[in-house]
């Protein structure tokens, strides 16, 4: 008998459902006796033993399906250590579930602060087999993440219908991307739909080279520029910053503006009088059908998982590494971050053909 627990945690994705039926099919196809406990609602569920026991039957037929058919939460990784609200350790509470149902292993699938408790759990003990999801594609150790290309097609499609009305009106438009702290997502969906501009947190913007990339798309007849924006774009005399003081300008420009977006559209319209519109597409990035891409990474993860744990092969992320899947110690990853590096040849060959990063 084979007993697996599995879970899904953090925002949810494109392909975490497609990602699960790869695990289960793979090991269902595999073991002669399985037993799969699903947990509800990310770490919560297996803290407060809130699971359904289910069959290979519940993960067919959900390939295609967005979201997660076991639901999600956000547990922050710094609260775990902490007493919930009415004095139970979490970690023990997960530790005690998982013994009770006499698991063989936890599948956990989730970006970065869930790799960093699952992390925890397998240095409490627990066999743990780690997959790695998020549009954001910051998961150190992997080349790519599963939701990623999902999240540059919805974001490439927003600012190619951006395209057409931006250049009927002759404005500046902003589409701002999702991606947290890191540029991925940004520097991805940019470049597949045209973008004039891109600013990413990695290449702090200056202000001044962002509207003279406007000017000169001006002077040569272009009346219209569209920005590509990451959530996390920051202005380089921000980014030059001590910690401290980078938080607290920071927070004076989210009093003010709904995003940072709004305040470079602010800046840009004082300093050339045009008319600017900012585009929030936001979570319907993380929204829909995987794409085939996603579906295919998915299955092969999954799959993979699904070996590393007939293998009785724990502590591992399954992770995509130099187009091969490999099983990635999870000490050797937990609480990293894949950032973009600034010199990179995708930015390099964007500049090359006039993509501006305002810097
Ligand atoms: O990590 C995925 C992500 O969509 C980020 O790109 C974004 O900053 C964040 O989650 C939004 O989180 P929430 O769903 O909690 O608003």
């Not at 499609?157 to 947290?180: K, L, P, W, Y």
């Not at 520029?225 to 920071?250: D, F, H, N, S, W």
Request: overall charge positive; charged content about 25%.
């Amino acid at each position: 008998m084979l007993r697996i627990g599995i879970l899904t945690s953090g925002g949810d994705c494109q392909a975490l459902n497609a990602t699960m039926r790869g695990v289960v099919k793979g090991l269902a196809n595999n073991a002669e006796d399985l037993e799969v406990y699903g947990f509800m609602n990310g770490y919560k569920g297996l803290i407060y033993g809130d699971y359904r026991m289910l069959t290979a039957k519940d993960f067919s037929g959900i390939l295609t399906r967005g979201g997660t058919i076991l639901g999600t939460s956000r547990q922050p990784f710094k609260l775990m250590r902490v007493l919930d609200e009415n004095g139970l350790d979490k970690v023990e509470a997960m530790k005690q579930n998982y013994y009770k149902l006499r698991l063989d292993c936890l599948v956990i699938l989730g970006g970065n602060g869930t790799q960093k408790t699952a992390n925890l759990l397998r240095e409490e003990g627990l066999n743990i087999i780690h997959l790695p999801k998020t549009i954001d594609n910051d998961i150190y150790g992997t080349d790519i993440t599963f939701g990623f290309y999902s999240a540059v097609d919805i974001a490439s499609n927003a600012i190619d219908c951006i395209h057409t009305t931006a250049s009927s009106h002759q404005r500046v438009f902003i589409v701002e991307v999702m991606g947290h702290k890191v540029g991925w997502l940004t520097l991805y969906s940019g470049i597949a739909s045209g973008a004039d501009i891109i600013l990413i947190p990695e290449v702090p913007y200056d202000i001044a080279k962002v509207i003279e990339a406007i000017n000169k798309r001006k002077q040569r007849g272009s009346g219209f520029t569209i920005l590509a924006v990451a959530e996390g774009a920051i202005p380089k005399e921000i980014a030059a910053l001590g910690k401290k003081e980078q938080k607290k300008a920071l927070e004076d420009i989210a009093k003010q503006y709904p995003s940072i977006s709004y305040k470079i559209a602010d800046d840009i319209q004082k300093e050339t009088g045009m008319e600017i519109r900012v585009t929030v597409p936001g979570h319907m990035q993380r929204g829909g059908s995987p794409c085939p891409y996603d579906r295919i990474l998915s299955t092969r993860l999954g799959s993979e998982a699904a070996k590393a744990i007939l293998d009785r092969d724990f502590g591992n992320m399954i992770a995509m590494v130099n187009g091969k899947v490999k099983r990635v110690p999870l000490g050797d990853v937990a609480g990293k971050l894949k950032t973009v590096d600034p010199k990179c040849q995708e930015i390099q060959d964007a500049k090359r053909i006039g993509i501006s990063f305002g810097d």
